[in-house]
T-cell receptor
Framework: EAQVTQNPRYLITVTGKKLTVTCSQNMNHEYMSWYRQDPGLGLRQIYY???????DKGDVPEGYKVSRKEKRNFPLILESPSPNQTSLYFC??????????????FGDGTRLSIL | GENVEQHPSTLSVQEGDSAVIKCTYS??????FPWYKQELGKGPQLIID?????GEKKDQRIAVTLNKTAKHFSLHITETQPEDSAVYFCAARDTGRRALTFGSGTRLQVQP
């Protein structure tokens, strides 16, 4: 089954304690992306990756890091989490965006609470 | 960059009625407009999309229309059912970054 898998699904932690949210896809997609979802703001892109070792900033990258060492994995790293990063996070993947405009497949989300 | 506005933020309809959600976008170069449905505890799921060379697309009870001149597109759901209750997001592809820019979402409630 084609899917995007995020872990953990829920996490409560404290300010300053480094955390990583993993994302894995089994569709051999080149393009992967992280979004955060906040009430009234929709989904905003944090970082994206066009392929292995190629990453770039989205609309709200501050306080986040990513890496793309393997095609299937795209972890989101919060080096020093702060309460304003409390949010619902989604990982997504798709074939490389181009003229075919393939849709993005989303994971089921990770709810982070930073105290 | 692209800016997408979505209205209304909440919509309540009676089962069997139609529902319409509207979005406007700012970047005239955007050429791809998907709609996603998000159920509680799940990620967004693509339900229909339209490309800029098409004015309307229909899939059973769901249709999307696009007016490139006015830079707006709409989602139409006919004969609504309780299982249509969810949050719906429109989006537009930002051709500069190849990213999707999302609207703020519409919570649709279908009353049985």
């Amino acid at each position: 089954e084609a899917q995007v898998t995020q872990n953990p699904r829920y996490l409560i932690t404290v300010t300053g304690k480094k955390l990583t949210v993993t994302c894995s896809q089994n569709m051999n997609h080149e393009y992967m992306s992280w979004y955060r979802q906040d009430p009234g703001l929709g989904l905003r892109q944090i970082y994206y990756s066009m392929n292995v070792e190629v990453t770039d900033k989205g609309d709200v990258p501050e306080g986040y890091k990513v890496s793309r060492k393997e095609k299937r994995n795209f972890p989101l790293i919060l080096e020093s989490p702060s309460p304003n990063q409390t949010s619902l996070y989604f990982c997504a993947s798709s074939p490389l965006p181009g003229s075919s405009n393939q849709p993005q497949h989303f994971g089921d989300g990770t709810r982070l609470s930073i105290l | 960059g692209e800016n997408v506005e979505q209205h209304p933020s909440t919509l309540s309809v009676q089962e069997g009625d139609s529902a319409v959600i509207k979005c406007t976008y700012s970047d005239s170069a955007s050429n791809y407009f998907p709609w996603y449905k998000q159920e509680l505890g799940k990620g967004p799921q693509l339900i229909i999309d339209i490309r800029s060379n098409v004015g309307e697309k229909k899939d059973q009870r769901i249709a999307v229309t696009l007016n490139k001149t006015a830079k707006h597109f709409s989602l139409h759901i006919t004969e609504t059912q309780p299982e249509d209750s969810a949050v719906y997001f429109c989006a537009a592809r930002d051709t500069g970054r190849r990213a999707l820019t999302f609207g703020s979402g519409t919570r649709l409630q279908v009353q049985p």
